[in-house]
């Protein structure tokens, strides 16, 4: 399922296969919460703009449509026309933090709706039972994602309650991978690290659930609060305790620079909302910086977003007529810009993985870590 193909210092280039396909790591998960990319783009575009995993969320499809109906319909690969490896949150981080009333037991986590808000309860089964009707090929375990800062007795409680639910989770992941009518009876589960930003709950918390030998491990529970150097050193703290034959998942990490620290410290898989968000508010990512498309200087700039990109907008659009689009409130602008900024990153794991094949990822992160992350 996995395969380290080859090292330099901690970061990996690997191999991940499961049922939907073959993915190349370290990659970057293209975020579609609710089974569609905000902004306007199909699973055609994605393949065309490199995406090798489609992440969905458990909480939203919950909500809408429905399980129910996403497995009447066949399952979410076919509801969303996603033919690829995809992958499944288990809703615990949305719950809370869209939940404004939540209240969580041993049974699991009852919360009132965003959207309508209606009383609903979610057990790790639960949880389990979502993905399982959706399809995903990893399904993400039920966990509680605390906001920081928060008191050390707390978090060490919610992570030993977390270690329980995990449990739980593998239980009845088995328990529906073996029924015959079981969507995708090859769906694996991956295991969530939690412990906030201190060391000695995240390694005891990642030392019990590598001994139930699972899949992956993800390390949850960062850019909730915390500095950046925080995250770093607790990645650093965690990964020597993870399996060095797993896929590791950093969740919901972030900028061009995060994904290449994150590379550096021997993470293997990545997501963020960040690169449609900000292409809805016109910020796009180019290999010399961040530009705010939306500013007068690029009125009469005819050259593209970035001449070292190679993706479809850059091929085909001026900076001027992007400009244009966000001025007069065209939706063409937003699915524009998106489709840059999801080319991007996707052109920067394959960059990443480049320079790991060719023993020069040192040099690749020298180079680029902080220069990505400048505004120009």
Not at 82 to 108: C, H, N, V
Request: aromatic share 10%.
């Amino acid at each position: 399922m996995f395969e380290v193909l080859t090292t330099q210092g901690r970061a990996r280039r690997g191999r991940f296969t499961c049922p939907h396909g073959t993915a190349e790591t370290p990659v970057f998960m293209n975020v579609g919460t609710q089974a569609a990319i905000k902004g306007g783009l199909s699973a055609r575009d994605l393949r065309e703009l490199g995406c090798q995993i489609e992440l969905s969320n458990t909480y939203h499809l919950h909500l809408r449509p429905g399980d129910g109906l996403v497995r009447e319909m066949g399952g979410l690969h076919k509801f969303m026309d996603w033919s690829g490896p995809m992958l499944t949150d288990s809703g615990g981080f949305q719950i809370f933090s869209l939940a404004k009333l939540r209240r969580i037991t041993e049974e699991g986590t009852a919360f009132n709706s965003h959207i309508d808000g209606r009383r609903i309860f979610m057990s790790p089964e639960d949880s389990i039972d979502i993905q399982s009707n959706l399809g995903s090929d990893i399904a993400m375990a039920f966990d509680e994602c605390i906001g920081l800062p928060a008191p050390y007795d707390y978090v060490k409680a919610s992570a030993e309650r977390t270690y329980r639910w995990l449990k739980r989770c593998k239980a009845e992941l088995e328990k529906r991978n073996a029924m015959q009518d079981a969507v995708n009876p090859g769906q694996v589960l991956f295991g969530i690290n939690q412990g906030a930003t201190y060391h000695d709950i995240r390694c005891d918390h990642m030392d019990a659930i590598a001994e139930l030998d699972l899949p992956g491990y993800a390390i949850g529970g960062l850019a909730v609060g915390e500095s950046t150097q925080e995250m770093y050193d607790t990645i650093d703290a965690v990964e020597e305790h993870m399996p060095k034959d797993k896929p590791r998942y950093l969740m919901g990490v972030g900028t061009p620079s995060n994904i290449i620290e994150g590379v550096y410290r021997g993470i293997d898989f990545f997501d963020c909302v960040m690169p449609a968000r900000n292409g809805r508010h016109g910020h796009l990512f180019t290999w010399d910086g961040v530009i705010n498309i939306k500013n007068e200087k690029h009125a009469h700039d005819a050259g593209p977003v970035d001449p070292a990109c190679g993706c479809p907008v850059c091929r085909t659009y001026s900076r001027s007529y992007l400009r244009h689009l966000f001025a007069s409130g065209e939706i063409l602008g937003l699915r524009l810009a998106v489709a840059h900024n999801l080319f991007f990153y996707n052109d920067l794991m394959a960059r990443i993985r480049k320079s790991l094949d060719q023993g020069t990822f040192e040099e690749f992160r020298g180079r680029y870590s902080q220069v990505l992350g400048r505004r120009i």
